[in-house]
């Protein structure tokens, strides 16, 4: 069952059942942690589940099948997960789609300050 938790709505609450003992390692590694038995919970799932941050590979795939108009949305809308990708991945580009077609352009950074079009 998760429910909505008060507050800023990115948080839910979530009943989860397990063994006693579980609970009191749970308790143990908060209490060494100085945090609370949720935050403990919360800690390590995040280190076993961490986000998903796509590859050369899954970026490119997707590419492809936007330019061979098999993406599974619009495409303005496969622009916006392209990029969403690439900046997941900490690329410096991100998809231009406008009247000249689809490009690449790049993001100039602190460490890459380039601002030229491919």
């Known amino acids: ?7 800023d ?6 009943m989860v059942r397990m063994s006693a ?3 009191d390692r749970i308790k143990r590694a908060a209490e060494l942690n100085g945090r609370s038995q ?4 919360v800690a390590t799932l995040k280190e076993a589940y961490p986000p998903y941050v796509p590859d050369a590979d899954d970026i490119m ?8 108009d098999e993406g599974m949305q619009s495409r303005p809308e496969e622009v916006a997960i392209l990029n969403r ?3 997941a991945a900490k690329y410096p580009f991100r998809v231009v789609d406008d009247e000249d077609g689809m490009r690449l352009s790049i993001v100039p950074t602190e460490d890459f300050p380039v601002s030229r079009q491919l």
């Open 38 to 41: 949720n935050s403990e919970i």
């Open 9 to 14: 709505g990115e948080t839910v609450g979530m």
């Open 1 to 7: 069952m998760v429910q909505p938790r008060i507050g």
């Open 61 to 68: 795939l997707r590419i492809e099948a936007v330019l061979r």
């Open 85 to 87: 990708m690439l900046e």
């Open 21 to 23: 003992e579980l609970r």
